[in-house]
């Protein structure tokens, strides 16, 4: 069984800052990659950012230069940080986990139950 949890959502104006959170725990062996989607109302999931487990990261366009991903020192944590955020910034934060709970096991996609980020102008 794996949880992943993620928090740190709330209400900013344009121009302001979040940090968001994702721990997963559980019967893990190795993350491969860690996740951030976004759904705002009306929209389909987009991906916002990824980090693999060499580190590297790649982020949707419209976050470039504005958001950053990053682990915590406990390689099941992740980091979103958001800056310059906009109204178009406002939606639901989903983290997604892609992970192995044995050495020969195939990977397995677990996700978190959202947090809501809300940007007023």
């Known amino acids: 069984q794996v949880h992943v949890v993620e928090s740190g959502g709330g209400l900013v104006q344009a121009g302001g800052s979040l940090r968001l959170s994702c721990a997963a725990s559980?019967?893990?062996?190795?993350?491969?990659?860690m996740k951030w989607y976004r759904q705002a109302p009306g929209k389909q999931r987009e991906l916002v950012a990824t980090?693999?487990?060499?580190?590297?990261?790649n982020y949707a366009d419209s976050v470039k230069g504005r958001f950053t991903i990053s682990r915590g020192d406990a390689k099941n944590t992740v980091y979103l940080q958001m800056n310059s955020l906009k109204p178009e910034d406002t939606a639901v934060y989903y983290c997604n986990a892609i992970l192995i709970t044995d050495y020969d096991s195939p990977n397995w996609s677990f996700w978190g139950q959202g947090t809501q980020v809300t940007v007023s102008s």
């Open positions: 559980g019967s893990i062996f190795r993350i491969n990659s």
């Open positions: 980090i693999a487990y060499g580190e590297s990261t």
